[in-house]
């Protein structure tokens, strides 16, 4: 599991209190249950205002992916394309029916499936583009929910500011409670403001980076899966995959390439 955002906003929710300890201030002075209901839920109900059923009932599934997505590095996936690129070239690619059955990536194991059935090459990587694309467009409106809960949460909270002013402004004739009221009139907004850039927008930022992520493999995926079905060399299919890998993961395959040969 990537923990980069369960570490990310941690730290950041811990920034903010820390820093209102510094300042001689308490937690629980920021921690009033009727704002973070009015900010939180009120956000939600917004987006969901904004798009369509599915998109809110999508939430939690969405709220764990940004959580707990694994990013499976690309050389293991590379490498795993190649040991069935030299199977299928050594034995033939109707060969590869038991090896499918243990493949875990699961586009890998559609495409070589469609490969093996004989699917002409064309369609076929018409069918995994058209996959690739369908995947695009799911992934871009549950990031979208997560943006429009970033937009809509600092105005949420400025609402609830005006509201706990005018509660204030109701009992002017208990100056002893003004100080206190007005503080916790503003707390709406810090939690509006907050929210949106320690919460929602990061999770918005990291669903698109895991989409990206996952489209690059899936893209990956695909000039293998052709590659083997035309029966090309294992090791062009190594280097033709390894030019699709960002600079840094594609020393890394060398690497491992490279100390492979000399075993």
Same mark, same amino acid.
């Given at each position: ?70 990013? *499976?590095?690309?050389?293991? @996936?590379?490498? !795993?394309?190649?040991? /069935?690129?030299?199977? &299928? #070239?050594?034995?033939? $690619? ?94 709406? *907004?810090?939690?509006?403001? @907050?929210?949106? !850039?320690?919460?929602? /927008?990061?999770?918005? &930022? #990291?669903?698109?980076? $895991? ?53």
């Amino acid at each position: 599991m990537d923990i980069s955002t369960i570490v990310g906003v941690l730290a950041g929710l811990v920034i903010v209190f820390t820093v209102q300890i510094l300042e001689g201030g308490s937690p629980a002075s920021i921690l009033l249950i009727p704002s973070m209901i009015l900010v939180f839920g009120g956000a939600f109900a917004a987006a969901m205002a904004g798009g369509v059923l599915k998109d809110a009932t999508g939430f939690v599934n969405q709220l764990k992916k940004a959580f707990t997505a694994k990013v *499976t590095p690309p050389t293991q @996936l590379l490498d !795993n394309v190649v040991k /069935l690129a030299e199977r &299928a #070239r050594r034995e033939g $690619l109707l060969a590869l029916e038991d090896a499918v059955k243990t493949v875990e990536h699961p586009f890998l194991k559609r495409g070589l499936q469609l490969a093996i059935d004989g699917t002409d090459p064309d369609e076929l990587h018409d069918i995994l583009h058209a996959e690739v694309a369908a995947k695009k467009k799911a992934d871009k409106a549950g990031t979208k929910f997560f943006e429009n809960m970033g937009g809509y949460a600092p105005t949420i909270g400025i609402i609830g500011t005006v509201m706990g002013l005018v509660h204030v402004l109701e009992n002017l004739d208990k100056p002893e409670t003004l100080g206190h009221s007005i503080s916790a009139a503003f707390v709406a *907004t810090l939690w509006g403001v @907050l929210s949106a !850039n320690i919460i929602w /927008l990061p999770m918005a &930022a #990291r669903l698109t980076r $895991l989409s990206g992520v996952e489209a690059e493999e899936m893209e990956l995926v695909i000039d293998g899966v052709l590659a083997i079905q035309a029966g090309s060399n294992p090791r062009l299919v190594a280097q033709k995959l390894r030019s699709l890998l960002p600079p840094d993961e594609m020393k890394k395959a060398e690497a491992m390439a490279s100390s492979k040969k000399a075993a």
